[in-house]
């Protein structure tokens, strides 16, 4: 068994937060050497008295100042960094081997990108890196030797259930196709109309997984599956068309990979994201999450077809990855911007889509090669849904 050294980006959130939990199951496997947080001083304060890291950073300097005010007056010697460069300086850290990528939207991007170029193990929670920079991100991984190994729920489930070190050669491993599964979030059931005038509280009030504000929205109105089969299509190397939605609104499958001999391999489990989360930290090891496990006695699991009309944010992330270029960049940046306004109660619902629809028209089309074409898209599509949502009644 060898020790880990870990970073942990976003460690004051919901991913970060289940992350530590593992860890501490674990101290003989795991070292901090970095946490990473935002604003959230006294949960920072008291995970660097759990962890004893090296280095804390908040990106926000008002909270780093707070911070290292709070650890000197209870005598702990971490080190405090501020700004959005501390990310990266502590993703890359010599002394590091794995970094926990758990920032929240584009913002995580840059850190989450040069622990890929410094070759380090990558556990990816931040779906949002891989959508804004996919083909960027993924020559990084194969140029610098780094290791890739995907938090989210339905690509960890995928992970497990394709070949040990699959290469992306879907004919080679007989992969038909990767079937993602898909909750439904809290508006499965309800009315375009109801859908549209559904306000923040009902839409993170996810049914099964407990999950920061900006992803349980992304959930309710499917925009996440979107975001997922972009970054199925990255990490897997699959064609837009292998990859296939299903609703599955019990989340007890995690998603499936069908073969070309009829198998279908699931990976199932309790909803928690701790089991993704202790499966990449343990790697190629299996080691204990601290999840109940799954009781199936009694249970019924069912399918059914997502519907693309009463959620046309699955729809739009389907044409943006058809679209290549920018335009999943696009996509992303007008989603987070609508998805902040929308919490703040600026806008409806379904502002949403019909923001990020505005947006894709407007910017997309463009190249996106290099990092900064995918920035200039993602700063250009923020402007135009930002002023879009203020200048109509959306
Ligand atoms: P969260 O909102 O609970 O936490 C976000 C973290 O990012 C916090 O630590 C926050 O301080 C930090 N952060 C936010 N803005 C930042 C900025 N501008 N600069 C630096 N740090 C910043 O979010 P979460 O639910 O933990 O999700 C994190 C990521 O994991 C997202 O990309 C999400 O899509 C993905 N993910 C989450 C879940 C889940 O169950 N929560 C499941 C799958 C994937
Ligand atoms: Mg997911």
Known sequence: MRRRVLTVLGATGTIGVNTLDVVSRHPERF???????????????????????RFAVMSEPAAAAALRARL???????????????????????????????????AG???????????????????????????LFMDAVAASGAELLPIDSEHNAIFQA??????????????????????????????AEAIA????????????????????????????????????????????EQIKVLVHPQSIVHSMVEYVDGSVVAQMGTPDMRTPIAY?????????????MLELMGRQLTFEAPDTVRFPCLQLAFDALAAGGNA???????????????????????????????????????RADTLDELLDADHRARRVADDYLRCSYA
């Open 72 to 106: 000197a007056a209870d005598g702990l010697a971490v080190e405090v960094l501020e700004g959005a460069a501390a990310l990266t300086e502590v993703a890359i850290a010599a002394e590091v081997d794995t970094v926990m990528a758990a920032i929240v939207g584009a």
């Open 197 to 240: 005038a559904a306000t923040p509280e009902q839409a993170v009030a996810h049914p099964n997984w407990v999950m920061g504000r900006k992803i349980s929205v992304d959930s309710a109105s499917l925009m996440n599956k979107g975001l997922e089969v972009i970054e199925a299509r990255w990490l897997f190397n699959a064609r837009p």
């Open 328 to 366: 999943a960049a696009v996509l992303n940046a007008a989603n987070e911007v609508a998805v902040a306004r929308f919490l703040e109660g600026a806008i409806s619902f379904g502002g949403i889509a019909a923001s990020i629809a505005h947006a894709l028209d407007a910017v997309a089309g463009g």
């Open 31 to 53: 070292e901090i050497f970095a946490l990473t947080g935002a604003t959230q001083v006294e949960r920072m304060f008291e995970q660097c008295r759990a962890h004893r890291p």
């Open 162 to 191: 394709l070949p040990r070190g699959f290469d992306g050669d879907f004919q080679r491993a007989g992969v038909n196709t990767l079937w993602l599964t898909a909750s439904g979030g809290p508006f499965r059931t309800l009315s």
């Open 280 to 292: 990449a930290l343990g790697f190629p090891e299996r080691i204990a999450a601290g999840v109940p």
């Open 109 to 135: 991007l840059p850190a989450t990108l040069a622990a890929a170029r410094a070759g380090k193990r990558i556990l990816l929670a931040n779906k949002e890196t891989l959508v804004v920079s996919g083909q």
